[in-house]
């Protein structure tokens, strides 16, 4: 069965740092494009950043460009979201999504919270 179970999230103040982590189970990752989303309360779930299948290229929200970073792991079936310079801004339910537009599939994980705060 599909799995994507996340864990890194947490509190931390200003200016501090997490990191995601994202593992998969029970499909071909090294065929899905991994992202992470975020939703913060009131406000629609928003694409973070964003890594493809092939070649490992990567893409990111304006609000996160130069502050975080995504990487995946093919051997072991995970994707990492470092994130630095965090802001309060940055507080929301943090979500791991594995997407194959070829077979038109696409898997949540169930959300990590952060919450940046002094």
């Known amino acids: 069965q599909v799995q994507l179970v996340e864990s890194g999230g947490g509190l931390v103040q200003p200016g501090g740092s997490l990191r995601l982590s994202c593992a998969a189970s029970g499909f071909t990752f090294n065929d899905y494009d991994m992202s992470w989303y975020r939703q913060a309360p009131g406000k629609e779930r928003e694409v973070v950043a964003y890594?493809?299948?092939?070649?490992?290229?990567?893409n990111y929200a304006d609000s996160v460009k130069g502050r975080f970073t995504l990487s995946r792991d093919n051997a072991k079936n995970t994707v990492n979201l470092q994130m630095n310079s965090l802001k309060p801004e940055d507080t929301a339910v943090y979500y791991c999504?594995?997407?194959?537009?070829?077979?038109?599939?696409?898997?949540w994980g169930q959300g990590t919270q952060v919450t940046v705060s002094s």
């Open positions: 890594i493809f299948s092939a070649g490992g290229r990567t």
């Open positions: 999504n594995a997407r194959n537009y070829a077979l038109g599939r696409a898997y």
